[in-house]
């Protein structure tokens, strides 16, 4: 694309940077700003650079926060020996919602991925290990997505420590609720036979 | 959704507020920035406050431009008396890499749509009805998209230079090249039969 100002050049390469986004759309964007006033594109610039330069990881867990210790790890009616292993922060969003969980969690920021360079340095790992080795942890739940590399990743993860005498336990694979037999894919029907549970566990929801 | 950091709220809201990016999507955005180094967010901010502050239109066609006249009005091989209207610089853009118009653009900066509370005086048009007054202009080609609004403005346009001596054209609409003519919309194929051409006009391509 040839573009008639170097500043409109230079934003929309800027902006195409960004995954899904490309030089059409970051025009197109571009040109939305124009039409703007010029307050909504200086807050957009301040807030992308304040959030980058300011933002802070939680030293315990890993997960973003504006403080040390993040808002969950600090809470002293949460179960400190229950640790949830996370790919990142919206996956402690959308556990969060469900109020379902008590414990805490450690965000390992990403899954071993080989083909895009990510080995297990990468990751907060070794935080995790150390944690079971010294604390009082009583159960690691893994909640990685079920790809090959969220499985490699809980693989891995569980290989350093089953050693340890800690529970590890793995978020439940089957049918959503709602959802019909006939249109789920075989190999989520097939798990959720598997890994069937005593009816009586089902009527305490 | 509830956000761990302050910081990541206010990135995130103000990357939502962008067209056709909601909150999924921003935070998406700004994880991704998270995990690039530091400079590629201070880049994208710098060029989003740049574009907005210091972009300049040109004062003859209102397309965007680092200087007064751009460079396509102050080419001197352009034909000046040939002016083609069209919506932004993405139409522009769009034409000038045909390499089939040699005249000089008019952008309007949008359409006329009451619906979004955009009238004629929010567009560039009398500057477009004084140019024909004055100058020597032969000929005004509309290039608007066949739209509602497209139409509305066109027929509003050609009303008020319709009284002088020029010549008023819009770009022609028929079926694009290579297309079957079985798999083209009714409208189209309608207005491709309407607007004929003489066939020896077709060979001179």
Redesign the interface.
Known sequence: ????????E??V???S????IGKK?A?????????QP?S?????????????????FCSNCH????VDI???CINPRRDKSIICVVE???D??AI??TSSFNGIYHVLG?KISPLDGIGPDELNIDSLVEKVQTNQIKEVIFALSTTMEGDTTNFYIFRRISDYDIITSTIARGISVGDDLEYTDEITLGRSITDRIPFENSLKK
């Open positions: 694309m040839e573009f008639s100002s170097k500043f409109i230079n934003a390469n800027e902006i940077n960004l995954p899904g759309s025009l197109r964007l571009v040109l939305f700003l124009l039409k010029e909504q594109s200086l807050n957009l610039a301040n807030a992308i650079s304040q959030m980058r330069l300011n933002v802070n997960n973003i926060s504006d993040c808002e969950i990142d922060i919206r402690v969003m969060e919602k990403g």
